[in-house]
């Protein structure tokens, strides 16, 4: 998509008599032409229109409307079940279920009815806080039975049993909480860990301990790691087997792991943990696979070879009841998949996966095990993320080009076909995809142009739930057969006259994009939201980035209020996604390979050299905003180019690899015992003298993903260089600051210190 340089109207002398003397300006243009194209814009609903707030940002009902999370449909597909934010708290969420043969919602669990209110344990915390759904409350999962007769609900640290009538039966009632929650798939127990041990009740009976009392507190069964819940999309530590005689548990020793030391700082109080965290060039967990029997006898010790320095990455029952077990070396290079016999515990390599020279491997849950035991599964090998088929030993590619699938959905294996996401038809837009692998067809795209999708389907291929938005349309949800024909809406959530963005669609302003070329000729995609602008003014820039590999931020679904509400106040929104990040494939990701800071931050100048350019950008108040991988961005890039830049926002930021922890860091930046210097380069505290920018520094005290040292570390060394800077510190909140009222003033203070520091709103 190439880019459309913006430029004055130049209009003769003449031209502008004649339009004066007709009484018209049309010739004479007050806006300015902007570059890139242009997506839909928003019709407004026929409501009084309002000033968006940060309290109404913050408040209920979500400006997004219908929100729902965990949607899924019953074994017997007859039901579609979902969690629904209440619409006075858009926090608090219930259980709800939708009929479709009568076509009728009912609420199925009243999470404020049923709920105990008792205080979730702090491994549970720690759970929500990994799954970033530490502001939740209420239900925030659940799991359907395998004769969708009912459903294990987690509530407040216990557990509840919901029947379709509307029933609801306590299963549990204990202080010490129950994590990782299942019924077994003959519907006859409940599983779950407790205090590091995995328990097993008949259903509406009592739990008992399946695993051993262990001596030490460092021995967790049935729970995933920290690294495995944090970066591996890992949350399970057991599975049971299909027909529910077994159960695949991992057993955990957290001894060898760095004790650090985390201070939780609330507002009325300080707890300190000594938390078992794996910081890079550290040692991980001592990790096994057990297999035993419901009561906890006949166990079998599996055999995952004999190195010990190992990742498991995934676990998984076949359907024919054979067990697979994804081992990865500690450089993640390699990935092996090993075939367990649950019997005997022996082990089998079935196949071998291999980064690319200078890559990794991308960890994924895009795979699916058959029934005539081939196995669907997505893999890099050529460069891009594509699906392949494994059978009798022989791959078969089923997706190519220089595109990547991004979810695999469901597989009809009577049929031999499949569903897919991916951006085949743009790098900027989730399609929803049908191929017919059996007899090697071509994808069919089976959703529409100018939308955002998700979706996902039930275990035969024959109902889809698929989402869909675009920069113009909140999220909306309908339900389709499997040639993407939608039968029903389930939330429409049309912009009409009801919804909560109705009062604030007329000064929503139209996303635009365009394209940049790195330095290496990659394409880079960029996103541009302006305020209503006047010719001959300029206006400042609020460049938000995140940077990281595994994100990203430009494409066609509906975006944050928070960027619309930056641009009523008069500010230009900008993003652009640079080398390292998510969707482009090996080539262009692999940029970053132990040079975290380099190339990231040379790409986003190039963003802020193009909008300097810009008649109508005011080159002198750009100011760059980031959290997380983003909050390190704009300390790299403030220290790269002091000057280039306004103002910078640094929240919750990594300013130290060797203070995060292995499985992320040492993915892209290597062990750090073996590339000291790629670590040195890449840290924030070297340079910290070279800032001379207006500087804002925020972190939540109780932070355990990106740990507060690296602010403080940050900060002392800024301070011995005599820099000076802001700094906002939010007690009790961990990575997300987010809620009702703090929402307000995180971003009220960024609104404050722009103020400030010579970057006000509106043009000048």
């Known amino acids: 998509m190439p880019v459309t340089r913006s430029r004055f109207s130049r209009l003769g002398a003449s031209a502008m008599l004649l339009g004066f003397l007709m009484g018209t300006t049309a010739m004479a243009k007050d806006t300015y032409d902007l570059p890139g194209t242009q997506a839909q814009e928003m019709a407004v609903p026929d409501v009084p229109q309002k000033d968006l707030t940060l309290e109404r940002i913050a408040g209920s009902p979500s400006l997004n409307g219908a929100s729902p999370r965990a949607m899924k449909l019953s074994p017997d597909g007859r039901w579609l079940t979902l969690l629904r934010a209440r619409d006075d708290d858009r926090y608090r969420y219930d259980l709800w279920a939708y ?154 020793d957290e001894a060898p792991v760095a004790v650090v030391t985390r201070t939780s700082i609330g507002a009325g109080s300080t707890t300190t943990y000594d938390q078992r965290y794996p910081l890079a060039g550290t040692d991980n967990v001592l990790i096994d696979l057990y297999v035993i029997d419901p009561d906890g006898g006949n166990r079998i010790k599996a055999d995952l070879g004999a190195e010990r320095d190992i990742y498991i990455t995934r676990v998984d029952w076949a359907p024919d009841g054979a067990l697979y077990v994804q081992r990865q070396n500690r450089a993640q290079s390699r990935l092996d998949m090993l075939k367990v016999d649950p019997a ?128 113009a349309q909140p999220t909306q949800y309908y339900l389709a057969d499997n040639t993407g024909k939608r039968l029903t809406w389930l939330m429409e959530n049309a912009l009409d006259a009801d919804h909560p963005y109705a009062p604030f669609a007329a000064s ?44 990203q931020v430009v494409d066609h679904s509906w975006d944050s209020a928070i960027s619309q509400y930056f641009v009523d106040l008069g500010y230009i929104w900008f993003q652009i996604d640079n080398r390292g990040s998510d969707n482009r494939g090996v080539a262009f990701e692999k940029q970053i390979r132990e040079a975290m800071g380099s190339v990231e931050v040379v790409d986003q100048k190039t963003g802020g050299s193009w909008l300097k350019t810009l008649p109508f950008v005011d080159p002198d108040r750009i100011a760059i905003f980031g959290s997380s991988y983003g909050g390190y961005m704009t300390l790299k890039q403030l220290e790269a180019d002091p000057g280039f830049y306004a103002a910078g926002i640094a929240a919750s930021s990594v300013t130290k690899w060797e203070l995060y922890d292995t499985f992320y860091t040492e993915r892209y930046m290597g062990d750090p015992r073996q590339v000291p210097d790629a670590y040195e380069a890449s840290n924030t505290i070297a340079d910290a003298a070279e800032i001379s920018d207006p500087l804002l520094i925020s972190h939540g005290m109780s932070d355990d993903n990106v740990v507060l040292d690296n602010t403080t570390a940050m900060v002392a060394a800024m301070q011995e260089a005599n820099v000076p800077f802001e700094m906002m510190l939010y007690p009790g909140f961990g990575h997300v600051v987010s809620g009702p009222v703090i929402t307000q003033h995180y971003y009220g203070n960024i609104v404050r210190f722009l103020e400030q520091n010579g970057v006000p709103p509106g043009g000048r």
Do not use: C
């Not at 022989?394 to 991004?406: A, F």
């Open 99 to 252: 009929d479709r043969q009568v076509g009728t919602w009912s609420m199925l669990v009243d999470s404020e009815a049923f709920g105990p209110g008792r205080a979730l344990s702090e491994a549970e915390k720690m759970q929500r806080e990994r799954a970033r759904i530490a502001s939740l409350k209420g239900i925030v999962s659940y799991e359907w039975s395998q004769d969708a007769q009912s459903i294990l609900v987690p509530l407040d640290g216990d557990l509840f049993l919901a029947k379709l009538d509307g029933t609801v039966t306590r299963l549990t009632d204990s202080e010490e909480g129950e994590l990782n929650p299942a019924i077994s798939p003959d519907n006859a127990r409940v599983s779950f860990v407790r205090e590091g041990r995995l328990l097993v009740a008949p259903v509406g009976g009592e739990p008992a301990a399946v695993t051993p009392d262990e001596a030490s507190d460092t021995v967790h069964w049935g729970e995933a790691e920290f690294v495995a819940q944090e970066e591996m999309d890992r949350d399970y530590g057991y599975k049971w087997s299909p027909d529910g005689k077994r159960i695949a548990v991992l057993r955990y």
């Open 344 to 471: 005997t515990g022996a082990s089998t390599l079935v196949f071998t996966e291999t980064a690319e020279d200078g890559h990794w491997i991308n960890q994924s849950s895009d795979y699916r095990f058959l029934n005539d035991g081939s196995l669907i599964w997505r893999s890099e090998r050529s460069g891009f993320g594509h699906l392949w088929r494994f059978a009798d030993g022989e791959w078969t590619q089923l997706t190519r080009g220089d595109w990547v699938v991004t979810g695999l959905l469901g597989v009809d294996e009577e049929a031999g076909a499949l569903w897919f996401k991916g951006r085949m038809d743009s790098p900027l837009e989730d399609h929803l995809y049908r191929l017919d692998y059996a007899n090697g067809g071509a994808p069919e795209r089976l959703t529409e142009k100018g939308w955002f999708y998700g979706g996902s389907m039930d275990g035969a291929g024959r109902t889809m739930i698929v989402n869909r938005s675009n920069p």
């Open 508 to 551: 929503h302003a139209a996303a635009r994009f365009g394209t940049l070329t790195a330095e290496d000729g990659s394409t880079l995609y960029w996103k541009m939201l302006t305020p209503k602008m006047e010719k001959r003014k300029r206006y400042p820039v609020l460049f938000q980035h995140y940077g990281g590999p595994h994100v």
